[in-house]
C-alpha cells in the first residue's frame, strides 16, 4: 500500500543512491587509520608470516561472522543501534546507549588525530619542510638543543605541532594552532555528514578510493628508493610463535572492522530489506583484510628505505669520525672495509676507539624504530619523506590519504551517535538531520578540546587505551548473546532466509553460537586481567629526563584512575543499568496503572510478531 | 761565515714553521674534497694551497680593512693526506708577530661565503676546527604557509556548508507548497488493519515494508 511516503517525514528512512555507495560507505568506515599503522606494526613485531596465519584464520572466524550479524539485524529491522536492540528486546536498549557512548568517545579522539594529520597537511605546502631542520637558537651558532639532542621530526611533532608537557597533570594551556586545526577538522566533518547519508554517500567516493590510489603511488615510488627491499623482507621475516600473536590477532580483526560502534547497523538498514547482506560481508571482510596486507607492504617499504639512510649516514658519520682522527685521506675506508678496519684498530688501538665512542649501526634497530601508531605517520614517515626528492609532494600525499581514512572512519562514528541519538527520543522530533549533526559535531569539538592542551597527546593515549577497547568488546559479546539467544537464531535464520532467499549454512551458526563469543571473550579476559594486574603507566617526551630523547615511562596520577573508570566502565555498565532501570520502571507502572495503549514498552515488543504474522500471508 | 748565511737564508722559513707548530693562535682546517664533489673532486696540491692562503689573505683584508695582508703572512703546516693543516695568520707590520685567534675566528666567520664557493665546498666539508659555522638565517614568512592552506580549506568549508544548508530550507520550502497542493488528495488514504498497527505512527500510518516493491537487490 502506498502511503504517499514522500510527503511526511516520520516514517521515511534515508536510502542510498546506489550500491558503490553503501559498499565504498562500509568500507571506509572499516578501513582506517588502524590498517595503516597498526596492522603492519603488529606483522612485523610477531614476525610477518607468522602473524598473517592467525590473523587470516581469525577474520574468518571473528570478523566475517560479527559482521553478518550486524549488517543482517541492520537490514532486517531497519533502525539504527538504538531501535534495533529495542526492536529485539526493550531490555537491551543498554547496548545501544552503550554502542552510541563509545562512538561518541571514540570520534571525539579519532577527529584529534585528522586534526593533527591536518596540520601536517597544513605544513606541506612548503620547501623545504619544516620537520627537515632544526630550527636555529638565537645567536645563530647552532640549532635549538632540544632539537639537537633528539631530531628535527621528533622536535616538530613533540614541540611544534603539540608543544607536550613532561607529565599529564601539567596542563599546559591550550595550543591555539590545534584549536584552529580541531575546528577546521570538525567543520569539514560536519560539511560532509550534514545531511547524513545524503551527504556521506558522495564525500565516500573520494574519501574511500583516494587512499588506494596514494598507496599504489607509495608503492611504485617506494619500490624504487634503495632499501625498500630489505624493509619488505623484515616484514615477512618469521618470528617465533607466541600465544599473545593470537590475541593480538584476535583484537586487531576486531577493532578494524568497526564493529559494535553502531554505525554498521545503522548504514545496512537503509538498504532494500532484500540485498544479499551475506555476500557483503564477505566481500568487505575481504576487502579490509587486503588493504591491510597492502598497506603493510607500502609502510614496510618506506621504513626499510629510512632504515636504509639512517644506517648510511650512521656508518658515514663513524667513517669521518675515523678519518678525521687519524688523518687518513679519503676514500680510504668505504662502506666495504669499515668492518675489518675496526677491527684492525680494535686490536692496535683499542683505547683510541673507546674514546672515539662511535655510534652502533644496526639495521635491525632502524627497521624496528617507532613503527606504530602516531610515531609512524608522524616521525618515522616524515622523516622517510624529507629524504625523498620532491619532498612536499610526498608529503601532500601522504597527509591526505591520512586524512580521507579518518574521514570515512568518522563518518560511521558520525552515524553511531546521530541515529540512536534520533531513536532516543530526548531531542525535539522537529529538528532537522542538520541539527542533530551540527549538535553532536559542536558538543565533540567542544569537548576535543582537553586534547588541544600540552597534556593532549596523553589524554588521547589514554582514551584510546579505555575508551576504544574494552567496552567495545562488551558490546560485541552482548550482541551477539543477544541475537542468538534472546531473539533466538531460529527467528534470525528466518529472517536472513527472507532477506536473501536461503538460509545461513551451518557455519553461521557454528560461528554465531560458540566460535565467534568464545573468541570474543577470550580476547576480554586477556585484556581486562592485564590491564587489572599491572600498573597503568604511560609514556612521555620529558627533555630534562636522563633517557632522552627515549620516551619515558611514567605513572598515572591516582585522579587518572577515576577518568578510566568512566571511559571503560560507564558504556559497559549501561547495559545492565539500563536493563535494571527498565524493570524497575516496568514493576512500577504495572503496579499503579493498567495501560491502554500509545506508546508503551508492551507494543514495541509485539512487533517483530505482528510482522510475523504479516508475512505469513504474503 | 758561510753557516751564518745559510743561517739568515732558512732562518725565517724555520722560525715561520715554529710560529706555526707552537702557536696557540692556529686554527686546524679540513677538507672533504670527495664527500663533496665526487667524481668531480680535484686534486689538493700546491696550486690549491696557494689559492687558499691567498683567500684567507683576503678575508683578512676584509675584516681588518687593511691592504697589507699578503700571502706571506698566512702561514701553514701539519700537512696531512686527510687534506688537513693548521694556520696561523702574522701580522703585516710584523712578521714574528701572530694575529690573535678572536680576529682571525671574525675574519673567517664573516667570509665563510666567500672562501667555500672558492673551493666549491660547504660548511660540512670544509671545516675550520674551533669555528661554528654561521647558520644561514631562517626564513621568515609574513604569513606563514599553513596559515594560508587553513584559510583556503576554512573557506571552502564555510561556503559547502551554506550552499548545503541553503538546498535544504529551498527543499522544504517546495516541499511545503507541494504538501499544500496535495493536502486534499489526501484524505482518502486507507487506515493499515485497524488492530495490529494502530498503536504505532498515529495519523500518518506506517509503511509496511514486507509488502514494498523494492527491488530484490540493491541497485548497482
Known amino acids: 500500500v502506498d502511503m504517499g511516503g514522500d510527503v511526511s517525514e516520520a516514517g521515511e528512512r534515508p536510502q542510498w543512491d546506489n550500491k558503490a555507495q553503501y559498499m565504498l560507505t562500509c568500507v571506509g568506515f572499516c578501513v582506517g587509520l588502524g590498517n595503516v599503522w597498526r596492522f603492519p606494526y603488529l606483522c612485523q613485531s610477531h614476525g610477518g608470516g607468522a602473524f598473517m596465519i592467525p590473523f587470516l584464520i581469525l577474520l574468518v572466524l571473528e570478523g566475517i561472522p560479527l559482521l553478518h550479524l550486524e549488517f543482517a539485524i541492520g537490514q532486517r529491522l531497519r533502525k539504527g543501534s538504538i531501535g534495533v536492540w529495542r526492536s529485539i528486546n526493550p531490555y537491551l536498549v543498554g547496548v545501544g546507549i552503550a554502542s552510541m557512548l563509545v562512538s561518541f568517545l571514540v570520534g571525539m579522539y579519532y577527529n584529534t588525530i585528522i586534526a593533527w594529520v591536518m596540520w601536517y597537511f597544513f605544513n606541506s605546502f612548503q620547501d623545504p619542510l619544516p620537520w627537515s631542520q632544526c630550527p636555529i637558537n638565537e645567536n645563530r651558532t647552532g640549532f635549538v638543543s632540544e632539537c639537537e639532542r633528539s631530531s628535527p621530526v621528533d622536535y616538530f611533532w613533540y614541540r611544534k605541532t603539540l608543544n607536550t608537557t613532561p607529565v599529564i597533570e601539567d596542563s599546559g594551556g591550550l595550543q591555539w594552532w590545534i584549536v584552529l586545526c580541531l575546528f577546521c577538522a570538525w567543520t569539514l566533518l560536519w560539511v560532509c555528514c550534514l545531511r547524513g547519508i545524503e551527504t556521506t554517500g558522495k564525500a565516500v567516493y573520494v574519501t574511500s578510493t583516494l587512499p588506494y590510489l596514494v598507496l599504489t603511488i607509495f608503492l611504485i615510488r617506494g619500490l624504487t628508493l634503495k632499501g625498500s627491499v630489505s624493509g619488505i623482507k623484515f616484514l615477512f621475516t618469521p618470528d617465533l610463535l607466541n600465544p599473545t600473536t593470537w590475541l593480538d590477532a584476535g583484537a586487531q580483526v576486531f577493532y578494524s572492522f568497526s564493529l559494535a560502534f553502531g554505525g554498521l547497523i545503522s548504514f545496512s538498514s537503509y538498504n532494500s530489506v532484500h540485498n544479499n547482506c551475506e555476500q557483503d560481508a564477505v566481500i568487505i571482510s575481504v576487502i579490509n583484510g587486503l588493504t591491510s596486507i597492502y598497506a603493510a607492504i607500502v609502510i614496510y617499504s618506506i621504513i626499510g628505505f629510512r632504515a636504509t639512510e639512517r644506517f648510511d649516514d650512521c656508518l658515514s658519520g663513524n667513517i669521518l669520525t675515523l678519518l678525521n682522527t687519524f688523518d687518513l685521506p679519503e676514500g680510504n675506508i668505504t662502506e666495504s672495509n669499515y668492518e675489518g678496519f675496526l677491527q684492525h684498530l680494535n686490536s692496535t688501538a683499542p683505547q683510541t676507539l673507546q674514546e672515539l665512542q662511535l655510534k652502533t649501526c644496526d639495521m635491525q634497530t632502524f627497521l624496528s624504530q617507532g613503527v606504530e601508531g602516531t610515531g609512524l605517520a608522524f616521525i618515522v614517515f616524515t622523516e622517510a619523506i624529507t629524504k625523498m626528492p620532491f619532498s612536499p609532494l610526498w608529503s601532500v600525499l601522504f597527509f591526505i590519504m591520512l586524512f580521507c581514512l579518518g574521514l570515512s572512519t568518522m563518518f560511521g562514528s558520525v552515524e553511531g551517535v546521530v541515529v540512536p541519538l534520533q531513536d532516543l527520543n530526548i531531542l525535539p522530533k522537529h529538528w532537522p538531520k542538520e541539527a542533530y549533526t551540527g549538535l553532536v559535531c559542536f558538543v565533540s569539538f567542544g569537548l576535543a578540546i582537553i586534547f588541544a592542551q600540552g597534556s593532549g597527546e596523553y589524554w588521547l593515549a589514554l582514551f584510546d587505551g579505555f575508551a576504544g577497547s574494552i567496552p567495545l568488546l562488551i558490546i560485541a559479546f552482548c550482541e551477539m548473546m543477544a541475537v542468538s539467544y534472546i531473539y533466538g537464531i531460529d527467528r534470525f535464520n528466518d529472517d536472513i532466509k527472507f532477506m536473501i532467499g536461503h538460509k545461513p549454512n551451518f557455519f553461521w551458526q557454528a560461528t554465531w553460537r560458540l566460535v565467534s563469543p568464545l573468541i570474543v571473550l577470550l580476547i576480554f579476559l586477556f585484556y581486562f586481567i592485564t590491564t587489572i594486574s599491572k600498573e597503568l603507566t604511560y609514556i612521555a617526551w620529558d627533555p630534562q629526563s636522563e633517557n632522552f630523547p627515549a620516551l619515558e615511562t611514567k605513572s598515572y596520577p591516582d585522579w587518572i584512575y577515576a577518568i578510566i573508570f568512566i571511559l571503560s566502565g560507564v558504556p559497559a555498565l549501561v547495559i545492565p543499568a539500563v536493563a535494571l532501570f527498565r524493570l524497575i520502571r516496568k514493576s512500577c507502572s504495572a503496579r499503579e496503572e493498567k495501560h491502554t495503549g500509545g506508546d508503551s514498552i508492551s507494543h514495541q515488543t509485539q512487533i517483530p510478531d505482528e510482522l510475523d504474522r504479516t508475512r505469513s500471508l504474503h | ?220
Not at chain 2, 706555526?20 to 689538493?44: H, M, N, P
Not at chain 2, 538546498?167 to 517546495?174: F, N, P, Q
Open chain 2, 1 to 220: 761565515m758561510l753557516a751564518g748565511v745559510l743561517l739568515l737564508i732558512f732562518l725565517p722559513p724555520l722560525v715561520a714553521k715554529d710560529l706555526c707548530k707552537d702557536s696557540q693562535d692556529g686554527f686546524k682546517v679540513r677538507l672533504s674534497i670527495k664527500t663533496a664533489l665526487g667524481d668531480d673532486a680535484y686534486e689538493w696540491n700546491e696550486s690549491e694551497m696557494f689559492l687558499f692562503r691567498s683567500t684567507l689573505a683576503y678575508a683578512m683584508r676584509k675584516q681588518t680593512k687593511q691592504d697589507t695582508y699578503n700571502i706571506t703572512n698566512i702561514l701553514v703546516c701539519n700537512d696531512t693526506q686527510r687534506v688537513s693543516f693548521v694556520f696561523v695568520v702574522t701580522s703585516p707590520d710584523d712578521p714574528d708577530q701572530l694575529i690573535p685567534k678572536e680576529q682571525i675566528e671574525q675574519a673567517v666567520r664573516q667570509n665563510k661565503h666567500r672562501i667555500n664557493n672558492a673551493f666549491l665546498l660547504s660548511d660540512m666539508t670544509l671545516e675550520f676546527v674551533g669555528i661554528p659555522p654561521t647558520l644561514a638565517a631562517p626564513i621568515i614568512y609574513d604569513t606563514e604557509p599553513w596559515l594560508i592552506v587553513f584559510g583556503v580549506v576554512i573557506g571552502a568549508v564555510a561556503v559547502g556548508i551554506v550552499a548545503l544548508l541553503m538546498s535544504t530550507v529551498s527543499k522544504k520550502r517546495r516541499a511545503k507548497e507541494k504538501a499544500a497542493g496535495l493536502s486534499e488528495e489526501d484524505e482518502g488514504i486507507v487506515k493499515e488493519n485497524g488492530t495490529a498497527l494502530s498503536g504505532l505512527g498515529g495519523k500518518e500510518g506506517v509503511y509496511n515494508q514486507t509488502f514494498s516493491n523494492d527491488n530484490r537487490f540493491t541497485e548497482l
